[in-house]
């Protein structure tokens, strides 16, 4: 069998012999995420920023088409983030993107609670170029014209902004 090399001999020769295999592979999915988003239908990125403010979720809310984003400060507190959001929303659907390396999961969550996972390509098949942008890193969120975050917005000022949003309405 000409063109085969040299079978390995010992622990130096073989590549994988530092490789460890858990016998538990869940725990690779324990991957911390680079980036994390609310996507929500929410129309304007302060009453967003106040709602999160008062759910205790550091975010920067982002302006969109399809509705203000808040993109997570703490992109491993996802989970908890979205069903603070969504708690605090209520009925209205929000979507959280997480980012972990190169591979992206998609959630939907209602009134606090997770209620399925979706396809992320179906997900971000008709978003806006800036959510793309957004959550695969090309862009910051601060960068973003109109973007207002809930970091140090106090929960009287978050009041504030939520009542005057109604008021106009």
């Known amino acids: 069998m000409s063109g085969v090399g040299p079978v390995p001999s010992g622990p130096d020769d073989d590549p994988l012999a530092g490789l460890q295999i858990p016998d538990d592979l ?95 390509g179906l997900v971000l098949s008709d978003a806006p170029e800036l959510l793309e942008n957004l959550l695969l890193g090309g862009l910051r969120a601060a960068d973003v014209p109109g973007t207002v975050t809930s970091v140090g917005m106090t929960r009287w000022k978050a009041l504030r902004t939520l009542a005057g949003r109604r008021s106009r309405d």
Do not use: F, M, N, Y
């Not at 991957?31 to 975010?59: G, N």
């Open 26 to 120: 869940s725990e690779l999915d324990d991957e911390v995420p680079s980036v994390a988003l609310v996507v929500t239908p929410v129309a304007d990125p302060a009453p967003l920023a106040a709602t999160c403010a008062l759910a205790k979720v550091d975010v920067d809310a982002v302006p969109s088409d399809v509705g203000a984003i808040a993109v997570l400060r703490d992109p491993g507190a996802g989970e908890r983030a979205a069903a603070a959001i969504s708690e605090l929303l209520r009925a209205v659907p929000v979507v959280l993107l997480e980012r972990r390396e190169q591979q992206v999961s998609a959630t939907h969550w209602v009134g606090g609670e997770r209620t399925r996972d979706l396809p992320p």
